[in-house]
């Protein structure tokens, strides 16, 4: 059973930045790939990136167009993403996910980030 906690999350102001952080209790943690996902108030969650088990390879969704990256540190079991030009459109809860069977199986409790105007 993997376990995910986020951290890092706030309130800022437009334009500003926050790096989240992401936890795993799995000691096989650099054995898989992660992703963080979002859901705003009224819309589905989406996928916002990813980043392979060895932190080689990273993908995006058009909307981050450069502002956000993913990385991680395997020897501390943590993958971050580091947001940067925030917009109020960014606000939403984010949540890192595991892909270990080939879905996004394991999910953590999401941290919310509120982008001010």
């Known amino acids: 059973q993997v376990q995910l906690v986020e951290s890092g999350g706030g309130l800022v102001q437009a334009g500003g930045s926050l790096r989240l952080s992401c936890a795993a209790s799995?000691?096989?943690?650099?054995?898989?790939?992660m992703g963080w996902f979002r859901q705003a108030p009224g819309k589905e969650r989406e996928f916002v990136g990813s980043?392979?088990?060895?932190?080689?390879?990273?993908t995006y969704a058009g909307f981050v167009k450069g502002r956000f990256a993913i990385s991680r540190d395997n020897a501390k079991n943590t993958v971050y993403l580091q947001m940067n030009s925030l917009e109020p459109e960014d606000t939403a809860v984010y949540y890192c996910?595991?892909?270990?069977?080939?879905?996004?199986?394991?999910w953590g409790q999401g941290t919310q980030v509120t982008v001010s105007s």
């Open positions: 996910a595991a892909l270990i069977h080939g879905s996004y199986d394991y």
């Open positions: 980043i392979s088990s060895t932190g080689r390879f990273t």
């Open positions: 799995e000691r096989t943690f650099s054995s898989y790939n």
